[in-house]
């Protein structure tokens, strides 16, 4: 939406969530714009989203900076000077600094491939088909120094069938954060959540779910 809170993604390689994010964006009554995608990479393919959306695309690749505070000099600068509001984390694989994360406080969020606080961190699929669980899902949080924490905005759950593989429980999540990452980005720019004491706070109501069951009961 023109006029809608100007969005930053971040991103180091494929993109499908922020190709979710443009095409969310695209709706007339979506209340936030995407105005830059900066990857820390140059050969990322999810550029070619931006590109095609005709939306400014920058590449930062981080190993020709000198060190984590100047490539992240250059990234908030290349953010202010696109008036970015809110930051979106999509598959960006750099650690940022307190300092960053700092100044970008309670208007920077990320999309993790698990239910947080279950399985931060990486080769998450992996984990959830070994230990054997029968829900894994996706958040969206507030981002905060430690990594994959932060005041959480959005989950969706999905099921863990017993003949999954890492590759079939990722492409089940992947779908669902296609899913929910517009939705709390959505609830993000038009004020129906925002942080309070480390918690996630809602105005206006929120409706309960059916519980998930996995497996589902036959009768
Ligand atoms: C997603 O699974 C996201 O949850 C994680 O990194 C992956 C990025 O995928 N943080 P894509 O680049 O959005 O396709």
Redesign the pocket.
């Known amino acids: 939406m023109a006029n809608g809170k100007k969005v930053g993604v971040l991103?180091s390689?494929?993109?499908?969530?922020?190709a979710a994010l443009i095409d969310a964006c695209a709706a007339d009554d979506f209340p936030a714009e995407v105005a830059v995608v900066i990857s820390s990479r140059p050969d990322a393919a999810?550029l070619g989203f931006a590109e095609k959306a005709g939306i400014p695309a920058v590449a930062l690749d981080h190993s020709a900076f000198d060190g984590r505070e100047a490539f992240e000099a250059e990234l908030d600068a290349t953010l202010r000077a696109h008036d970015i509001e809110l930051v979106c984390l999509?598959?960006f694989m750099r650690l940022l600094t307190t300092g960053f994360v700092e100044t970008w406080r309670d208007r920077m969020i990320?999309?993790?491939?698990s239910l947080l606080p279950a399985y931060p961190g990486v080769n998450i699929h992996e984990r959830v088909a070994d230990d054997g669980v029968r829900i894994t899902g996706?958040t969206v949080h507030y981002v905060r120094t430690d990594m994959d924490n932060g005041p959480i905005i959005a989950q969706s759950a999905v099921p863990v069938l017993s003949n999954d593989t890492a590759d079939t429980v990722a492409a089940r999540v992947?779908a669902a954060?296609h899913r929910l990452y517009p939705l709390a980005l959505r609830m993000v720019a038009d004020g129906t959540v925002r942080v309070s004491g480390e918690r996630v706070v809602f105005s206006g109501a929120e409706t309960e779910a059916p519980p998930l069951f996995s497996p589902q009961p036959t009768r």
């Open positions: 991103i390689g494929r993109g499908s969530n922020l999810g999509a598959g990320n999309i993790h491939p996706c992947l954060e």
